[in-house]
């Protein structure tokens, strides 16, 4: 007369706590609602109609960094905003991770000068680059499973 | 290096009135890192309540350096810095520096060449105007415009892709006409777009012109007379929104624009629904000369002949032993240009876009600079802003169609 009765034979699935925890983490990773320059038209290409990266689990745009759990820095980072990069990063959660988008981020690209910043990783630790200038959305989409997968191995005892 | 950084609240007190030091007043930042900033523009509003009494518009933050580093290019390897100025014009970005370049060292340009010009910059100015209509309406909460918009754009930037390679930074336009000819499957393609995109422009108006919770939001807010407008040397769809008929293409035709048919919209109302109403109308102007521009395709060559400052096609060079010089010669060293200063300007999907170059008797410029119609738009944000609520800032944003990069450059 309980709950078994009415759903029924159910089984057993036996897993572990890394797994069910990374894969949760991976199907439902909110980006940081941020853009810079040329690279986040591409990403708002990614999110549009054609490339749909909700098939993902990754449609919430969180416009606030404590909400979110993914930095994708999408374009040029000049001496001015590289602070409030920073900020923004330190603001997000725990896991956070972060996705270098296109040349600019990942080296500075083309623009190898006083006013940018020679790859984002010299402000914030970078988990992934995506080369292109701009990539993709579907670059961007390989970049992000690329991600997904490293986090799906990570284990329990780095997440203290 | 270290001197670059962000201005704080307190150092800009001097711009704001004396009730904002009282306390009777509020200072709110908004930006960098806003969904409704169109990119990385900060705005200190400063609030009576909810009425905005002053906006304090920060700008910077994208600052690039580009006319710096085209210093350190010659001429031809320079233009690739152009294209990433305001990404969402990139071929109008080439075109008018190309068009500098040209009038700069006296270039002519091939008539199919100048055909091609005209259905990219067109093509583009949809696509530009396709992505405004989108975040703009995301800004008013308007979801699914956003989707049809960029459905309606990745075919343009199909084609984008077909002739360059390249789906936004294309660099296809060159001193002397563009890269290479366009393949056999251009055309249908173009012909494609400009069949349905009449359609689409009504699917759009269809759910926006008369939706009540659109009107509400953009009617009244953020208006701008024809005089403010000349005042502040504003251009583009906010003039023309305001019932100013200025498009330079009209005014100073380029790369044979008074050969087209068609109209300069504009709308009286000087308000947010008024360059909305301009922007779409634009779109079907846009629509009409690609389709004249797309009958009167000629056949021919595409890049000018003048081995002077055009490098010769790879044919060519096996066969020629003064093409492989010139080949050598362009690619290594670039052309000369003489010791003067041009000046080209363009209408841009946002207004004026003009270049100077000048040039000091080498292959390199010696300055360039870009006049773009963002940094000169974005004045008018104090006043647009003025007495309105903080939700109608976005909308306002959004009406004016800033590309941060286009402004801080």
Redesign the interface.
């Known amino acids: 007369m309980g709950l078994e009765e009415k759903t029924g034979n159910m089984g057993v699935v036996t897993t572990t706590l890394e797994t069910v925890v990374n894969w949760s983490r991976t199907n439902s990773m909110w980006p940081l609602?941020?853009?810079?320059?040329?690279c986040?038209?591409?990403m708002?290409?990614a999110q549009?109609?054609?490339y749909d990266l909700s098939r993902f689990g990754m449609e919430l745009?969180r416009?606030s960094?404590r909400q979110s759990d993914l930095m994708i820095v999408a374009?040029?980072v000049?001496?001015?905003?590289a602070?409030?990069l920073r900020q923004?990063y330190d603001q997000m959660p725990d896991p956070k991770w972060v996705l270098a988008m296109g040349d600019c981020a990942s080296c500075g690209g083309?623009?190898?000068?006083?006013?940018?910043v020679q790859g984002v990783d010299e402000v914030v630790p970078v988990d992934v680059y995506v080369s292109g200038?701009?990539p993709?959305p579907e670059g961007l989409i390989h970049g992000i499973l690329t991600l997904h997968e490293k986090v799906k191995k990570e284990k329990i005892t780095h997440w203290a | 290096m270290t001197n670059i950084r962000e201005v704080t609240v307190d150092e800009l007190r001097h711009l704001v009135s004396d009730r904002a030091m009282t306390g009777e007043t509020m200072l709110l930042n908004m930006g960098p890192q806003h969904p409704s900033t169109h990119g990385v523009l900060r705005l200190l509003l400063e609030l009576d309540g909810e009425i905005v009494v002053n906006c304090i518009p920060d700008i910077g933050f994208l600052h690039t350096g580009v006319e710096k580093n085209m210093e350190a290019k010659t001429y031809q390897k320079a233009e690739v810095m152009t294209d990433r100025l305001d990404y969402m014009n990139s071929v109008g970005n080439n075109l008018v520096y190309c068009l500098a370049v040209e009038k700069l060292v006296g270039l002519d340009v091939p008539v199919r060449a100048q055909v091609l010009r005209v259905i990219l910059t067109e093509l583009q100015r949809i696509s530009s105007h396709l992505l405004w209509l989108g975040t703009s309406c995301l800004d008013l909460a308007a979801m699914s415009v956003f989707l049809y918009a960029m459905r309606e754009r990745e075919m343009i930037l199909g084609v984008m892709e077909m002739i360059s390679g390249q789906r936004m930074m294309t660099t296809y336009i060159r001193p002397g006409g563009v890269w290479r000819d366009v393949p056999s499957e251009f055309v249908p393609a173009v012909q494609e777009i400009v069949n349905v995109m009449p359609g689409r422009i009504a699917e759009y108006e269809s759910m926006l012109t008369k939706n009540m919770l659109f009107t509400e939001r953009t009617q009244g807010i953020g208006v701008i007379s024809a005089e403010d407008c000349a005042r502040y040397g504003l251009s583009g769809p906010v003039i023309r929104g305001a019932g100013v008929a200025f498009d330079l293409r009209k005014a100073r035709p380029y790369s044979g624009y008074e050969q087209y048919d068609f109209e300069v919209p504009t709308y009286d109302t000087g308000d947010i629904f008024g360059r909305y109403m301009v922007r779409m109308e634009e779109m079907r102007q846009s629509v009409r000369i690609v389709r004249q521009a797309l009958s009167r395709l000629p056949a021919g060559p595409v890049l000018s002949d003048n081995r002077k400052f055009v490098p010769p096609p790879r044919s060519e060079i096996g066969v020629s032993m003064e093409a492989l010089i010139h080949h050598f010669k362009l690619w290594t060293e670039g052309f000369n240009a003489p010791r003067e200063s041009v000046f080209a300007t363009t209408e841009s999907p946002r207004g004026i876009l003009g270049v100077f170059l000048e040039g000091d008797g080498g292959p390199k410029p010696y300055r360039v600079h870009y006049v773009t119609p963002s940094f000169v738009n974005l004045q008018s944000m104090p006043l647009l802003t003025r007495q309105h609520f903080v939700a109608d800032v976005v909308g306002i944003i959004g009406s004016i169609d800033i590309v941060l990069g286009d402004a801080d450059r």
């Open positions: 609602l941020f853009g810079l320059a040329c986040a038209i591409e708002m290409g549009a109609s054609n745009n416009a960094p374009g040029r000049s001496r001015k905003m602070p409030v923004l083309v623009f190898n000068n006083y006013a940018i200038c701009p993709r």
